[in-house]
């Protein structure tokens, strides 16, 4: 019988934004059902969003050993709206930061933490020299193929190969990077590759965050070894002690269904409201039918390309559910001013919300495609749903990961850097109809590896008992 005080605490700290902070509590989860004592901690307005939204106040009292806290960002309601990425990690740097290392010196977390699971795009928020040693864990909520081209940018640099010069130099072969001749090309590299100057902040903080993720105790991936297993292998050779855990949202539904627990696993950590009405219009539409369309929950695009895809998904005849994030549209008059113009040729065969519960509408009979950005957790959970995808990926991971899913793993077409309504319409109906039989049989057989990924003996369910016993033996 475990005493009291040999259960470790570990304490979780994800980047506030909704990709982050929705992996991370699911591992957060994962690791109270084993029975650790967990201290989330969380930006102040992430978590006021978050219990405004959502249940996890009521979710997380089941567990004991569980907590919450919170910490600011730093960012003031004015410079808050600037929401520029290099500012927010400027002021995590300088506030965040000697804040959180006064929180772990002063024990106000509990007891010392036994290990810190640190979203990998802010290693540097824990300070390692200051902190009493405590074992980092870096979480990567990117594909382990994104995180592996990141960690080649410094020799791209070095040998000439970036920057990228111009529109006409994106198709160039990128070559060195191990595991991914003939795959990657300059378009397909990490958005911040596309910057003219190497020494760029956004660039400099990508290529930074990477090195010191490889340098941390461990690594953690939400992936699985079928479906990334070489980059795996080769990542191992650089950071030995890899944990891949994922399809995460997929591990916790397989563990709460022998669990006698009133909750799902399903979309309940939101920062948006959610609107379950679609669920109520999919019911009605025929099965396979309906093409889901969301860009996640960082991405703003153009009124322009707003009305491109519009036009294209209209034009395709087919039957669609779109995600209008509020504020997702720039330009003079952001989505409101477009959206009571287009909804009215939509009523018949579209539904329009500000946020859906994703999970649930991917496994919902209806749906035949996404049409998405390829953020990581969207990619994750259509391939664990079966649903082929058409990729417009817009920053970051999103650009290698649509490459994986167009060129290497087959379960869906990529249309990165293009929009205009032609295309939109063209690939909904490859989708669709056009080239679905082909996609298929990937998007059924991938979808099966996943799923056996996390059951009872499955790679990502072992990975993650290994994970929980060496948290274990830190505390001896
Ligand atoms: C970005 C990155 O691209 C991603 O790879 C990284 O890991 C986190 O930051 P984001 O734009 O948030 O991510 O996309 P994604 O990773 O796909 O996460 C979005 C999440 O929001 C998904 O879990 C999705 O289910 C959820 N969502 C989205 C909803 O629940 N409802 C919606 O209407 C839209």
Known sequence: MEQEGDVPHVLIFPFPAQGHVNSMLKLAELLSLSGLRITFLNIHRIHQKLTLHSDILSRFSRFPNFQFRTITDGLTPQNRTLGMFSDLIRRLNSVTKPLLTQMLLSGE???????????????????????????????RTISACSFWAYSFVPMLIEDGQLPIKGEEDMDRMIDGVTGMENVLRCRDLPSFCRLKDPSDPTLQHGVTQTIQSLKAHSLIFNTFEDLEGPILSGLRRRCPNIYAIGPLHSLLKSRLSGEESPFGSESFNNLWEVDRSCLAWLDAQPSKSVIYVSFGSVVVMGDGQFREFWHGLVNSGRRFLWVVRPNSVAGEDGENGILEELEKGTKERGCMVEWAPQEEVLAHEAIGGFL???????????IVAGVPMICWPQFADQQTNSRYVSEVWRIGVDMKDVCDRETVSQMVNDVMENRRNELMGSVIETAKLAKTSVEEGGSSFRDLERMINDIRLLCR
């Open 372 to 382: 998405t950005h390829c953020g990581w957790n969207s990619t994750l959970e259509s």
């Open 109 to 139: 977390l509990g007891p010392n933490p036994t290990c810190i699971i640190l979203d990998g795009l802010f290693n540097f928020i824990v300070d390692v020299d200051a902190q009493p040693k405590i074992p980092v864990f870096s979480f």
